[in-house]
């Protein structure tokens, strides 16, 4: 007997219904769901998507775009789930149909090695990630001669900067320096010969970095017969946390649903957070009037997510925001426990604090799962780190140092990416050079000599010597995919070995990282999709040098703000609520850059639902910017919250200062030390 249809709409409320309701035909108009953190947008869309399936549209026809992976395979699962109670256990399989569900990038790349035929690519291309791009501006500079020209030629990652925020943005060169990079001004003639040479380096090597992911698929859509085609292909188009796209991405947009028609956008205006990526938020406001008739809109402001004193802690933090965001959040989820604004001494006062408090959540039955310790950047967690190590608290951090940056790792990944697409000079530019007694020099002069050439007939560098043939052997192997994949990975790793032993003196624990990174491989079903993958949407660094915790063991998150969107948890952590932290870079920072910082803060408070913790080390140590150097500075709270706003929480102090006699242990036991400041007035 068939299975008693459940109400998968009976828990939504009216505005989420109407979300999901609206229209389930290909030809239905867009729609625009604008709402508050915490409102149930993700959570709307993931209902939209199993209603439609459900109404009769084919799941291989809709392309979801997210804002990671991990949200993109979230969402994957919450289709799946509703779809199995929804229509029994073919829903499952139905969610499974979901196989356009990633970020622009993964889909954007997808889709250009399908069409690459069209449009002149050559689809065997490799990816630049940003470490990768950044050594061939380094190259192409030196080729010019500019940084011998000028000592201060912008460095190649400014001058990476500079080129991704002129495609992002779709802006003018000089209005780019004009607004976001002043003092490279004078340089501008030599960024424009910089980055057109940067162009040619990229095609002749056959690779695409990032930004070319959606500034080539942008073309590619804006010839009408190949954007028919495409658009085509999906009969709904639904995109999460639109208020970060930048215009790129709206231009793909627009280009694959001209009229809008099975276009659905959500996000959150009040929580944009990556102009620096240049994001606008005007794609959010301006998206219903791109269309005529005009998308629909739908405001929602429940939010089911925290409780009333966090909600209008944020509410107040956002309240002061120089833009008018106007929706204000309600929830019925009451509570007792303010926010807590905690006051430690240092750093290290800051992870006692934190690791002391998990853990007695943890005693008290929160699972570690089910906390956050959230930070402005990667590098504030450092203290934490240690301190959870000690304690062995297990973790997993987001956001910060890949795994795939190790140089080790890279180095694997350089040589299969060499195979995979010869051309590819940075990768081998890095390969060469493993081979001892071959430097930059030797290894440009091969490559040159070798031009588009078979690896395996390469002249062989004068001193590389002994080690020649079983390089040559190995890339030979690879070239002619000798071994299938994955096991192909087993042999760069057992060519690679002594290299690392020669290389490093801990090639013990590296040598797990490479065991670990063929496990990952293993999940691949070519090379190809592995390294595209991997490049794309790396796996976060753990705790635990053998490897990720396992799915069942339970863990702690560590995240930058920035990578924390979208999520829940029960308690939050949110490290260095400090001036010089949050925001930022007080004196370089322009009212609109310090605006971004307080949404930032905003997006971190709304992560939490029933408990916050926002932590004030009095002194903090900083990676100095412009020359300043590293040193400790003293802080003050956030300047996002003012003395008007903190009745919204409530302030304690770590450790309590005790009335112990005077002396030189005197200074242990308070968070706050004047004397402190009274240095730190004069730093
Ligand atoms: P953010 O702006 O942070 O991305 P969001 O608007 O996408 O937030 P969701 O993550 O979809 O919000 O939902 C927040 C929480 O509220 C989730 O735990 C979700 O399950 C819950 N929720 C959403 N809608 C409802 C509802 N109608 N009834 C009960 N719970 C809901
Ligand atoms: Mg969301």
Known sequence: ??????????????????????????????????????????????????????????????????????????????????????????????????????????????????????????????????????????????????????????????????????????????????????????????????????????????????????????????????????????????????????????????????????????????????????????????????????????????????????????????????????????????????????????????????????????????????????????????????????????????GGLKFLDAAHVKDMLAILRWAQNPRDRVAGFRVLQLLPGVGPTSAARVLDAAGTGDIAELPAPPRAGADWPAFAELTGHLRSALSPWPAEIGHVRQWYEPHLERMHEDAVTRRADLLQLEQIAAGYASRERFLTELTLDPPSATSDEAGAPTRDEDYLILSTIHSSKGQEWKSVFVLNAVDGCMPADVAAGSPAELEEERRLLYVAMTRAKDSLHLMMPQRFFTHGQHAQGDRHVYANRTRFIPARILGFFEQTMWPMATASAPGPAWRGTAAIDLKDRMRGMWR
């Open 1 to 398: 007997a068939p299975a008693e249809p459940v109400d998968y709409l009976a828990t939504l409320n009216e505005g989420q219904r109407r979300a999901v309701e609206h229209g389930v035909g290909a030809g239905c108009g867009p729609l625009l769901v604008i709402a508050g953190a915490g409102s149930g947008k993700t959570n709307t869309l993931a209902h939209r998507v199993v209603h439609l399936i459900a109404s009769g549209a084919d799941p291989r026809r809709i392309l979801l775009l997210t804002f990671s992976r991990r949200a993109a395979s979230e969402m994957i699962r919450r289709v799946e789930r509703l779809a199995a109670r929804v229509m029994g256990p073919n829903g499952a399989v139905l969610g499974e149909g979901l196989s356009w569900a990633g970020t622009f990038h993964a889909v954007g790349a997808r889709l250009l090695r399908e069409h690459a035929f069209q449009i002149g690519l050559d689809p065997t291309f490799t990816i630049h990630d940003r470490e990768d791009a950044a050594d061939l501006m380094n190259l192409v500079r030196h080729e010019l001669g500019l940084s011998k020209k000028e000592t201060r030629f912008p460095t190649k990652n400014t001058c990476l900067d500079i080129y991704s925020r002129v495609v992002n943005a779709q802006d003018e060169l000089e209005a780019v320096l004009k607004s976001a990079f002043p003092w490279c001004l004078g340089a501008a003639e030599d960024l424009r010969s910089l980055f057109s040479a940067y162009v040619e380096a990229k095609l002749g090597n056959n690779v695409l970095d990032y930004d070319d992911l959606l500034l080539w698929w942008s073309h590619m859509v804006a010839e009408p017969m190949i954007a028919a085609d495409i658009g085509a292909r999906f009969d709904h188009v639904l995109v999460d946390e639109y208020q970060d796209t930048n215009r790129l991405q709206a231009s793909i947009l627009l280009a694959l649903k001209p009229d809008g028609r099975g276009l659905t956008v959500v996000g959150d205006d009040a929580q944009s957070i990556y102009s620096f990526r240049a994001a606008t938020i005007r794609n959010i406001l301006d998206f219903p009037g791109h269309f005529s008739p005009p998308a629909e809109i739908v405001t929602l402001d429940r939010n089911y997510r925290s409780t009333q004193p966090i909600l209008n802690a944020a509410n107040a933090v956002i309240g002061l925001a120089s833009e008018r965001f106007t929706k204000n959040l309600w929830t019925d989820r009451q509570s007792s426990e303010l926010p807590q604004l905690v006051t430690v001494k240092d750093e290290a006062g800051q992870a006692d604090f934190v690791a002391t408090r998990i853990l007695e959540n943890r005693e008290a039955g929160m699972t570690l799962k089910a906390q956050a310790v959230l930070f402005r950047t990667s590098h504030h967690s450092g203290p934490l780190e240690v301190e959870l190590v000690r304690r062995n608290i297990p973790f997993v951090k987001f």
